[in-house]
């Protein structure tokens, strides 16, 4: 059964940094794109950032450009996100979404990120 | 960026009786390719979203025949044929042709 495994809860301060991961699990992460999705507190969802395959780039949303990175550790099967100069409005639950069969149909539990003074 | 507008942004329903939402796209959803990426997905409180449908008509794997999708270049519709107590939850519409990738504001969907 393929799974995304993500990390557990973080609480930061404003101005630090997090690191997200996303473990892919019965399946290869070499074989499939990762994608971020944040969702702010009884709010909608929020596309962050995925590798766009037919630019071959990653692109990244606005509203997070210049302070996240997302990376891939192919030998553990782990993908990760890491957001930086962190504001308050970036307390969110942030979730790892792929392509396996169809467009996000494979969806990691979520991680929340709070972010306080 | 695709600016997704779904319409109700809420819906209280009868149980038993059909449902539907509405999503327009700011630009056509028709990639290069020539398939339309066009998703429905549903979330209930505290779990991750789930696809119903991709591809604008096409129903995952295990959902049940009562939903159904349609739609072409900025507008879709996603029904609900006859709604179940399960089916509560906020749905999104969501598009994958272009980048970055953008969903609707999500309708809620109670029962009345």
């Known amino acids: 059964q393929v799974q995304l495994v993500q990390s557990g809860a973080e609480v930061k301060k404003t101005g630090a940094s997090v690191k997200v991961s996303c473990k892919v699990s019965g399946y290869t992460l070499t074989e499939l794109t990762i994608y971020w999705v944040r969702q702010a507190p009884g709010k909608g969802l929020e596309w962050v950032g995925g590798f766009d395959g037919e630019h071959g780039q990653m692109v990244y949303a606005q509203v997070v450009q210049g302070r996240l990175t997302m990376t891939e550790d192919t030998s553990t099967g782990t993908a990760y996100m890491e957001l930086r100069s962190l504001r308050s409005e970036d307390t969110a639950v942030y979730f790892c979404a792929t392509d396996f069969i169809s467009e996000f149909d494979l969806w990691g539990r979520g991680t929340l990120v709070t972010v306080s003074s | 960026d695709v600016v997704m507008t779904q319409t109700p942004l809420s819906s209280p329903v009868i149980l038993g009786q059909p449902a539907s939402i509405s999503c327009r796209s700011s630009q056509s959803l028709v990639h290069s390719d020539g398939d339309t990426y066009l998703s429905w997905l549903h979330q209930r409180p505290g779990q991750p979203p789930r696809v119903l449908i991709y591809?604008?008509?096409n129903r995952f794997s295990g959902v049940p025949d009562r939903f159904s999708g349609s739609g072409a270049g900025t507008d879709f519709t996603l029904k609900i044929s006859r709604v179940d107590a399960e089916d509560v939850g906020i749905y999104y519409c969501?598009?994958?042709?272009?980048?970055?990738?953008?969903f609707g504001q999500g309708t809620k969907v109670e029962i009345k």
């Open positions: 591809k604008v008509s």
């Open positions: 969501m598009q994958a042709t272009h980048f970055p990738r953008t």
